[in-house]
């Protein structure tokens, strides 16, 4: 076979593999331990949720949503600034804009004045992505008790050169200062 051909093949075993067993609403996603998705993420912070606007990509061929997020407690990175709050905007692709809607099934849900600890990568011009979807989240309820929700994520495993789907598996839900101090002793903190 050339090799445009075996790669070709390849894909269609792949995507077949992949599509077996999968919901049709969901997005597939690699499951990261703590330890590579702190590994991954160039910054992690404990944030306060503040006010997101939906507009067109820079690029104009996607619609996105930018959500302001006020650094309380970085883990991880350089977010934290002298002498004051620092805030960044994190950019998701998806949301409703002049009347067309797009949607990334499995990507982190944000709600205003929400407590979370977050995984991030830079984007372009200042803007912070997510590191690994809704994985990259962690929320915090009023009882200081963090947990994910990863609705809308199929998840698969490495195995040698393959893909496995897995069950998701059981999101313990553990308190907030617990899952700081796992994150700063991982990235090589304290």
Do not use: C, N
């Given at each position: 076979m050339k090799r445009s051909v075996k790669a070709l093949f390849s894909l269609?075993?792949?995507?077949?593999?992949?599509?077996?067993?999968?919901?049709?609403?969901?997005?597939?996603?690699?499951l990261l331990s703590r330890e590579e998705l702190v590994r991954r993420s160039v910054a992690v912070a404990r944030v306060t949720v503040g006010r997101s606007y939906t507009t067109e990509s820079d690029d104009g061929r996607s619609i996105v949503t930018r959500t302001e997020l006020t650094i309380a407690q970085p883990l991880k990175g350089g977010l934290a600034s002298k002498?004051?709050?620092?805030?960044?905007?994190?950019?998701?692709?998806?949301?409703?804009?002049?009347?067309?809607?797009?949607?990334?099934?499995?990507?982190?849900?944000?709600?205003?004045?929400?407590?979370?600890v977050v995984f991030l990568r830079p984007g372009d011009k200042g803007r912070w992505h997510?590191?690994?979807?809704?994985?990259?989240?962690?929320?915090?309820?009023?009882?200081?008790?963090?947990?994910?929700?990863?609705?809308?994520?199929?998840?698969?495993?490495?195995?040698?050169?393959?893909?496995?789907?897995i069950q998701a598996p059981a999101e313990e839900v553990e308190p907030v200062e617990s899952l700081m101090t796992d994150v700063v002793r991982i990235a090589g903190g304290k």
């Amino acid at each position: 076979m050339k090799r445009s051909v075996k790669a070709l093949f390849s894909l269609s075993v792949a995507a077949l593999v992949l599509g077996a067993g999968t919901p049709a609403d969901a997005t597939t996603a690699v499951l990261l331990s703590r330890e590579e998705l702190v590994r991954r993420s160039v910054a992690v912070a404990r944030v306060t949720v503040g006010r997101s606007y939906t507009t067109e990509s820079d690029d104009g061929r996607s619609i996105v949503t930018r959500t302001e997020l006020t650094i309380a407690q970085p883990l991880k990175g350089g977010l934290a600034s002298k002498g004051g709050a620092t805030t960044i905007v994190i950019e998701q692709i998806g949301g409703t804009y002049k009347g067309m809607t797009q949607r990334v099934l499995g990507d982190a849900r944000l709600t205003p004045g929400e407590d979370a600890v977050v995984f991030l990568r830079p984007g372009d011009k200042g803007r912070w992505h997510f590191t690994a979807l809704a994985l990259s989240i962690y929320h915090v309820d009023a009882k200081g008790l963090a947990r994910r929700s990863l609705e809308g994520l199929s998840l698969v495993r490495r195995s040698g050169r393959a893909l496995v789907p897995i069950q998701a598996p059981a999101e313990e839900v553990e308190p907030v200062e617990s899952l700081m101090t796992d994150v700063v002793r991982i990235a090589g903190g304290k």
